[in-house]
């Protein structure tokens, strides 16, 4: 297939060109013609955000180290791009080598957040393929979606192919090694490549499910329809962390994270009950120092970065962070700046911050998510009044100038008393920092609004009312005001698009194209977001946005992503669910007695000792390391 040619024209009527040029330093090129599976993986947003996903590059890596498949990138062109591509009849093409993605096996997106929906059906519109996956055929590529934005799946159904559940590290391989003997096979009817792949451990094919309503709209079930396949299919999960990405591409422009990128740890268990993250990223696995050590220096090595950030759900809660933090700086003094990205609001934290802290001390960042300790207790946010006051004395007296707090408003079971309890702390807070500093101590504010996620103790709780979300945002601003903190906060009109698309079925397929045809692009971004747009698209597919908002489910009722096991037993979230409204806590099992929340085959060090394995696959067929449920059957395409 021939590249594209003479986008350079292109080029020079866009902002920021070096988002569509390619190039990059550590970017990986290969032989079209010598490959014989070619992979494009595309962040449906913005290059200067999608190049900061740490997921995408692994991926990336894994796919090009592998003899005669080819992965290269693509990303959402802004909408200067955009015009300028639909108005000369440019299709949407690769950085590596300006090959069109129609042109590929296989079209992979990572979905982080409900926000890039419409981005994905414009890219593929963009890429002259139908938008729908029923129009497509064998001559396409197999559209893929992954990520955590993935395992609530059925609102994109209309769209993708297939869905990788989990983490994509093993199943990639997986996928990839099967087009490779379905392309070597004569490829064949579509639809019988699908149920081959639905075979595979962690992958989720749509079509091959049918969802049944009740007479009020809600779900009644989402049931397989080809033999075989199971009723829940299963999030995959890797056994250790892979190795770390030491070859990441270095951009020719400022990312949202320009820096280097060390996975630490993946997964929390501090059981927060409104955190998705939390739940879906289970078992918690920890990368060891020596790692973290060898793959800093190759990645200085290989990037020329000075700033390392050390990624993880809660970075201080590594078991051994210390040792991390004192070989890094053993090895690269000052020389490093080191950045945690998550930390927990006590002390120890603070003297994680200040061990890691080389250039002056600005800013340190917590997130105590409520205003009130009886918020935070029914919320399983195990954090004190007096371990923020501590916290914020240490970050202070040891040179530290700027706090940041971050809060949710509209949580469940949340009074007024929780409201006024925000300010009482950011009062406090810098009460603290200008008996440290003087005028020089600054306290800022941020909150964002609370939304019910799927998979969370909190898919029981709804969306509170934007009317109500405005009053308590403009009593902050007003009071923050007077007491001489800075407050930023997020728009409520804007978060029930979010509610809407995050808690969605089926149905809400018809809503997301109509408002793409309607101009829906970008809808993160505060400049393209339009709520009466989608308001009609909403209307148009029949559907109203307070019935996925604002409607409370049953206990027992199923949700549209209930046919998701993400290994975490239903169960246990409805447990937490109750305590909550009892306002009781649940201990965090990583250093308590195993909670028993369900997920198997998990790290040795975290359950296997606490909760005999056979106890939670009783019953469950054999799951064979290589990720197969049925190996024998996958190139059987008869």
Same mark, same amino acid.
């Given at each position: ?18 988002? *569509? ?15 014989? $599976?070619?992979? $494009? ?5 913005? #290059? ?11 991926? #990336? ?51 982080? *957040?409900? @926000?890039? #929906?419409?981005?994905?059906? !414009? ?25 955590? @934005?993935?395992? !609530? ?10 869905? $990788? ?110 955190? =998705?993250?939390?739940?879906? *990223? ?155 500093? @003087? ?19 909190? =898919?029981?709780?709804?969306?509170? =009312? ?83 908002? #604002? ?51 998990? !790290? ?35």
């Amino acid at each position: 297939m021939p590249a594209l040619h003479g986008l350079e024209s292109l080029f020079a009527r866009v902002q920021k060109p070096a988002r *569509y040029t390619g190039g990059e330093w550590n970017s990986v090129v290969k032989d079209w013609d010598g490959c014989d $599976v070619r992979v $494009v993986l595309a962040y449906p947003d913005l #290059y200067d955000i999608g190049m900061s996903n740490l997921g995408l590059g692994i991926l #990336y890596d894994i796919i090009n180290r592998r003899e005669g498949m080819l992965a290269e990138r693509v990303f959402a062109p802004w909408s200067d791009m955009e015009d300028a591509m639909r108005a000369e009849g440019v299709p949407l093409w690769s950085l590596e080598t300006r090959h069109r993605v129609r042109d590929f096996d296989v079209l992979g997106f990572s979905l982080s *957040y409900e @926000g890039t #929906y419409t981005n994905i059906l !414009n890219m593929l519109d963009l890429a002259g393929l139908p938008v729908k996956a029923e129009e497509r055929t064998d001559a396409h590529p197999l559209v893929i979606c992954g990520g955590s @934005g993935a395992l !609530n799946p059925d609102a994109l159904a209309d769209f993708v192919d297939v869905f $990788v559940l989990g983490d994509g590290e093993e199943t990639i391989v997986d996928v990839v090694d099967f087009v490779r003997e379905w392309k070597r096979q004569g490829r064949g009817n579509r639809d019988q490549m699908l149920a081959q792949l639905a075979k595979i451990w962690g992958i989720y094919v749509p079509r091959f499910y049918k969802p049944e309503y009740n007479a009020d709209g809600s779900i009644k079930s989402v049931t397989p329809t080809l033999e075989g396949l199971p009723a829940r299919v299963t999030k995959r999960f890797v056994q250790e962390l892979p190795p770390t990405l030491t070859t990441p591409i270095v951009p020719f422009l400022q990312t949202v994270h320009d820096r280097m990128a060390i996975e630490i740890q993946r997964g929390c268990t501090q059981g927060c009950r409104f955190c =998705q993250a939390g739940i879906i *990223y289970r078992p918690r696995l920890e990368r060891s120092p020596e790692e973290v050590l060898e793959a800093a220096i190759a990645l200085q090595r290989n990037t020329g970065y000075d700033e390392l950030s050390l990624v993880s759900l809660s970075t201080t809660d590594h078991s051994r962070i210390i040792p991390i933090v004192d070989g890094l700086r053993e090895q690269f003094g000052d020389k490093l700046t080191i950045s945690l990205p998550s930390m927990r609001v006590d002390s120890f934290s603070v003297r994680v911050a200040e061990a890691v802290a080389t250039r002056g001390k600005h800013s340190i960042t917590f997130a105590p998510e409520a205003g009130t300790e009886r918020l935070r207790m029914t919320i399983n946010k195990i954090v004190t009044d007096d371990n923020l006051y501590e916290a914020a004395e240490n970050a202070f007296s040891q040179g530290w100038t700027n706090v940041k707090m971050y809060f949710m408003v509209g949580q469940p079971t949340e009074t007024h008393e929780d409201i006024e309890g925000i300010v009482t702390l950011a009062r406090k807070v810098r009460e603290i920092g200008r008996k440290r500093h @003087g005028g020089r101590a600054r306290v800022r504010v941020s909150t964002s609004n609370f939304i019910p996620k799927a998979h969370t103790p909190f =898919q029981w709780a709804v969306q509170e =009312q934007p009317d109500i979300l405005h009053q308590r945002h403009m009593y902050l601003r007003d009071a923050l005001k007077k007491s001489g903190v800075a407050f930023t906060w997020e728009d409520p009109e804007h978060s029930v698009l979010e509610a809407v698309l995050s808690r969605g079925d089926r149905r809400l397929g018809k809503a997301i194209y109509n408002a793409w045809e309607d101009g829906a692009r970008f809808d993160a971004w505060h400049e393209h977001y339009n709520w009466p747009r989608w308001q009609r698209a909403m209307a148009k597919a029949d559907l109203d946005p307070a019935f996925f908002a #604002y409607r409370s489910p049953g206990l027992w009722d199923p949700f549209p992503w209930s046919h998701i096991n993400i290994g975490v037993t239903e169960s246990y979230l409805r447990a937490e669910w109750l305590r909550t409204l009892k306002h009781q806590q649940t201990a965090d099992c990583h250093k308590e007695p195993c909670n028993v929340c369900g997920v198997q085959n998990q !790290n040795a060090d975290d359950c296997l000792n606490r909760l005999d394995l056979r106890l939670a696959t009783k019953g469950k067929p054999p799951i064979e390391r290589k990720g197969l449920i049925a190996p024998i059957e996958m190139f059987s395409l008869t």
